[in-house]
Structures are given as structure tokens and as C-alpha cells.
């Protein structure tokens, strides 16, 4: 069997780019104007390493609700 290999990206973004990381990440158009490079033939070959319980925006709250200790500066809630 072939190696496989994973790419992990980590990056801290803000509720509102949550759903556009989502659409870009599960390839769910049919064509991307902005990267024409993009291959949707080949999503049937992506996989999630940990499967998310719903939307991306869904599950980063609830992460966040979950992981992050009740004692939080103002400044620093999600919007």
C-alpha cells in the first residue's frame, strides 16, 4: 500500500470566516471562481481525520464551549 500523507493547516480565524473555510474545505460548488486550479473531481478522496458533528461553525462553538475555561476576558469571546 502507498504512504499517505495528511496536510494539517492551523490558523485562528473569527466566527464569520468559519463558514467560508467550510464551503472551501468540502468543495461544495460546483466551480470556484477565485482558484480555477481546484479539482472537484478529486474530493471524493478527501477524509476528515476527526469527523465533524455538524456545520464547521456548529462545532468550533461547541469545542470552544467545551475546552475553554468559564473564566474569560471580555475582549477575548467570540462574536
Do not use: C
Not at 504512504?3 to 466551480?31: C, H, N
Not at 462553538?61 to 476576558?73: G, L, S
Amino acid at each position: 500500500m502507498a504512504a499517505q500523507y495528511a496536510i494539517m493547516r492551523f490558523a485562528k480565524d473569527k466566527g464569520p470566516e468559519i463558514s467560508g473555510i467550510e464551503v472551501l474545505d468540502e468543495r461544495t460548488k460546483e466551480k470556484y471562481v477565485s482558484n480555477p486550479d481546484v479539482d472537484t473531481s478529486l474530493t471524493q478522496y478527501n477524509f476528515h481525520l476527526i469527523e465533524p458533528k455538524g456545520r464547521y461553525r456548529a462545532e468550533a462553538k461547541r469545542q470552544i464551549a467545551t475546552t475553554v475555561p468559564t473564566e474569560r476576558r471580555m475582549s477575548s469571546l467570540p462574536a
